[in-house]
Nanobody
Framework: QVQLVESGGGLVQTGGSLRLSCAASGSLSRINTMGWYRQAPGKQRELVATMTTGGSTNYADSVKGRFTISRDNAKNTVDLQMNSLKPEDTAVYYC?????????????????WGQGTLVTVSS
């Protein structure tokens, strides 16, 4: 089975920076996308940034210009550099991986989630 482990969360003041890291391990098949989502208390989980194997990125409008996603396909890791943090960025950040599983009945797309790392931005 695939496991994702996040690290790098913490408490910072407004305007500060954090770097989140995620490492995937286990039985990995063809990986399409890795990225980051976040969930604030009482809110739905939302996309922050993703990157395909080919390097295409997708950012939430709220983080464009402040966050940068990077990925190492060989290591199956993905990082998120977060700058100019705002209180609105406070959330649990989850690493996400999507890959293809092939079996006797065909293939299916499997989403894998990490346990999350807490980012708190104080005023």
């Amino acid at each position: 089975q695939v496991q994702l482990v996040e690290s790098g969360g913490g408490l910072v003041q407004t305007g500060g920076s954090l770097r989140l890291s995620c490492a995937a391990s286990g039985s990995l098949s063809r990986i399409n996308t890795m990225g980051w989502y976040r969930q604030a208390p009482g809110k739905q989980r939302e996309l922050v940034a993703t990157m395909t194997t080919g390097g295409s990125t997708n950012y939430a409008d709220s983080v464009k210009g402040r966050f940068t996603i990077s990925r190492d396909n060989a290591k199956n890791t993905v990082d998120l550099q977060m700058n100019s943090l705002k209180p609105e960025d406070t959330a649990v950040y989850y690493c996400n991986l999507g890959h293809i599983i092939t079996g006797p009945s065909g293939s299916r797309y499997l989403e894998v989630w990490g346990q999350g790392t807490l980012v708190t931005v104080s005023s």
